[in-house]
């Protein structure tokens, strides 16, 4: 049997599902993707006479929102779906795949994001004394997401 290393973190790629397709291979390069985080909300409920604890009920899962982060990409379908929601106000939902891959290029797990909207969209400062890239910073709110190996 051969020992189990944990995959690298920096080899994976966003398929964002717009219009009952996937948008261009340009729009699926990020360099950072935070967010992919789920917990419950608890309730506490307090026993008659009881007073060494209390009891703790879980309610509902709470997703938080997704940020994306890349390179500001002239020509994209997904800043124009973020366009539309924010300049001409619609809201279409969207499914998300985050899909981690392996050295050659085979998935190992992918994110399934179910309808997900744009929240903020930001682009990095402007300074004419620094050489650095534009950064647009992408906030998406989704509903759930849910797990898929590839094995």
């Known amino acids: 049997m051969a020992d189990y290393y944990p995959p690298w973190g920096f080899y994976y790629k966003v398929e964002f599902m717009l219009g009952g397709g996937p948008a261009p291979t340009n729009d699926a390069r990020f360099q950072t993707v935070s967010g992919l985080s789920v ?9 008659g006479g009881e007073n060494r604890f209390e009891h703790k009920l879980p309610i509902r899962t709470k997703y ?14 997904v800043l124009d779906w973020f366009t539309a929601a924010f300049r001409d106000r619609q809201f279409s939902a969207a499914d998300v795949n985050v899909i981690l891959m392996n050295e050659k290029g085979d998935p190992l797990r992918t994110w ?3 309808h997900a909207i744009p929240k903020k969209w930001l682009v990095s400062d402007f300074n004419a004394n620094e050489s650095s890239v534009v950064v647009e910073t992408m906030e998406l709110t989704y509903r759930y997401f849910s797990l898929q190996d590839s094995t």
């Open 64 to 77: 938080a929102d997704m940020v994306l982060k890349r390179g500001m990409l002239m020509g994209s379908a």
């Open 112 to 114: 399934n994001v179910a």
């Open 39 to 47: 917990e419950y909300d608890y309730e506490s409920f307090k026993e």
